[in-house]
């Protein structure tokens, strides 16, 4: 999928291949799958902000942003 991607976008987008160098090089990062190794983000930048679509973050850090996805909660934001 990568490969496929790097034809239609060349060098106008830098690509990482883990999620931490990923989240190390952006200023915003949106969570939009749940998948697992996003939990093992321990904390970012202060000039950064995540915002969990899927609210995985279990330890909060400044900078994150929690939204929806649960059935109490479709349209709440929290920020810590």
């Known amino acids: ?15 990482h291949t883990d999620m931490k160098s990923c989240v190390d090089a952006c200023d915003v990062a949106i969570i939009l799958t749940p998948w697992q190794e996003y939990k093992e983000l321990e904390s ?3 000039e950064q902000v995540v915002i969990d679509g899927w ?11 929690q939204m929806g996805n649960s059935k109490e909660v479709l349209h709440e934001t929290v920020k810590n």
């Open 55 to 65: 609210r995985l973050f279990e330890n909060h850090f400044d900078g994150l942003i």
């Open 1 to 15: 999928a990568l490969e496929i991607f790097q034809e239609g976008f060349g060098d106008s987008v830098t690509y």
């Open 44 to 46: 970012i930048r202060d």
